[in-house]
């Protein structure tokens, strides 16, 4: 017998067979296309010759949303599209209407796509409020929901005033130095610090010295993946995201643990957690006589707050409980906070009469002298309720450069409508796309230029047309939080320092997009660079 020949004949006969049912699928798959909303589709390469042409147009480390809302509207795509990128993608359905958006956002049938998940369990876990689904999902959103109502929120203020002092402090000291730094890694330190303090009643100090918790986060968030990562970056993420993982856990929970062990028996509640911690005691009927229990104790809520805790054998099992939460909250809180916190500053940086504006703003509410900004700000934090033209320019550069867009799976024969048609939802990667829907033109007057006054009248666009946190239950639960972090922050800053934008030159430029300021790709959408910039006095 001619085993050689016969191996030979074999691995041939396979390859026929693997390279026939490759064609068959692909056709399958690409005729699906025939009937729906794309841009210019081929039989061969489906959408993956439009893509190329539109990648060459931008700088190679761009956000991918300004690539699909000019494929849209290039191809005069209303409503939702589809984009065939197989075999190197999911296939993906872009929606790009607020009554459609909605449809999918609300439908009972349509959840968190899978590689969502897989992208940030490393870092969450798998029982995060991010993680999860259904029941479970609804569970923990129902714990934690009241703690960022905007009530709530108020009583949070002093610590984010001390943080934003320290902000102030950081900020000064460049001015005073004249070097040239980057914003956004500034920002960065804020937004941890007030999660830190919004959260946990923690005080990280990653503002200034170091943070090993900050520092762990950071580490483990960079070692998330994408499929277009490469494969050294694939193989060796599981270990290198569990090496610091397992730092944060044990540093995160240890924080956590104390500060419920120190905690007052007053019954007052100083951080997020602790109201999380009362509503889960109500849900599970733990919160009276002798069922009462430390949190710190409780298993589940441990877990839940912290995910992943990695102790040692000997320890209780199930003690693994509330990091998750925690972790989940700076994932979902610093780089979206940051990032809206470093474009207001360049925003009003390069717009003297919205500064101006906004400066008068706070003096007419908060008084002039920083001493009685801050005693006033203390005292009455529902003032921050009272600047609507503050309140605009957030919104504003939120609509102009939105964090990115979720993705969703549908469960078979989910369909939505537009315009008296059905379309299918199931074995496509959903996107909500927000930057598509901000910019408009049927919808926003001038849609690429800097106008928060558009925001100071209702009449002038759709309220579901604004989505920089999604819209349906499933809408970002810390929206109310974030924004009002940016507006403590720009009442400490605005009036008593100038920032200057410090590009290089002729650096990467995307016009209509922020120019220089563009959002790349860093894991999430940030500013450019960090946009680099000189801090100077105010003149009196």
């Given amino acids: 017998m001619d085993l050689p020949h016969n191996w030979a004949w074999m691995g041939f006969s396979a390859a026929v067979l693997y390279l026939t049912y490759f064609v068959v699928n692909s056709i399958k798959h690409r005729s699906f296309y025939k009937n729906v909303p794309t ?52 296939p993906m359905v872009f929606i790009t209407d607020p009554a459609v958006a909605l449809q999918a956002q609300t439908s009972p049938n349509i959840s968190r796509h899978p590689i969502a998940r897989k992208f940030l369990r490393g870092v969450v876990g798998t029982n995060s409020i991010f993680s999860t689904n259904g029941a479970k999902w609804s569970r923990q959103r129902s714990w934690f929901a009241p703690a960022f109502s905007l009530s709530y929120l108020l009583k949070l203020v002093p610590g984010m005033i001390e943080e934003s002092l320290v902000f102030k402090e950081k900020l000064t000291k460049f001015a005073v130095s004249g070097e040239v730094f980057s914003m956004n890694d500034a920002t960065m330190k804020l937004a941890i610090d007030f999660i830190g303090r919004t959260v946990g009643d923690i005080s990280l100090k990653s503002q200034t010295q170091y943070s090993s918790i900050q520092d762990n986060f950071v580490r483990s968030f960079s070692w998330t993946v994408g499929q277009t990562d490469p494969i050294w970056k694939k193989l060796a993420s599981p270990f290198m995201m569990d090496r610091y993982t397992r730092k944060l856990d044990a540093e995160l929970g240890a924080v956590i643990k104390q500060k419920y062990r120190d905690a007052k028996k007053d019954g007052t509640e100083k951080s997020i957690l602790d109201l999380a911690w009362k509503g889960y005691l109500k849900d599970t009927g733990k919160d009276g006589g002798s069922k009462a229990v430390r949190a710190d104790l409780d298993p589940e809520f441990m877990q839940i707050a912290l995910d992943k805790l990695m102790l040692h054998p000997n320890e209780r099992p199930g003690i693994r409980l509330t990091e998750c939460s925690a972790k989940t909250f700076f994932v979902g809180g610093h780089d979206t906070t940051a990032s809206l916190m470093t474009y207001l500053l360049y925003y009003l940086s390069i717009n003297p009469k919205y500064l101006a504006r906004v400066r008068a703003e706070h003096d007419s509410v908060f008084g002039s002298d920083l001493t009685t900004t801050i005693s006033t700000l203390t005292a009455e934090p529902h003032l921050l309720n009272k600047l609507p033209l503050t309140s605009a320019v957030i919104k504003e ?64 666009h759709s309220l579901d047309a604004w989505q920089p946190f999604e819209k349906g239950p499933r809408d970002c639960i810390g929206q109310q939080m974030a924004t009002l972090e940016v507006r403590v922050m720009a009442v400490i800053i605005v009036r008593y320092l100038d920032f200057e934008a410090k590009f290089k030159d002729h650096g990467l430029s995307v016009p209509g997009w922020g120019g220089q300021a563009y959002q790349e790709l860093n894991m999430s959408a940030k500013p450019k660079d960090g946009i680099p910039m000189k801090a100077y006095l105010k003149a009196k």
């Fill in 397 to 460: 550069v939120l609509r102009l450069h939105p964090a990115g867009f979720t993705v969703r799976k549908a469960a078979p024969g989910t369909t939505v409508t537009f315009e008296g048609r059905s379309y299918p939802m199931d074995n496509h990667m959903i996107c909500v796309l927000a930057s598509a829907m901000h910019r408009d033109p049927a919808i926003w007057t001038n849609p690429t230029e800097f106008d928060p006054d558009r925001f100071l009248s209702p009449d002038t």
């Fill in 39 to 90: 841009p210019p589709h081929t039989m061969l390469l489906g959408n993956l010759k439009v893509l190329g042409e539109a990648m060459k147009r931008y700088p190679a480390d761009i956000h991918p949303q300004p690539m699909f809302t000019q494929i849209g509207v290039e191809n005069n795509l209303r409503g939702l599209f589809y984009v065939d990128l197989y075999p190197f993608s999911f």
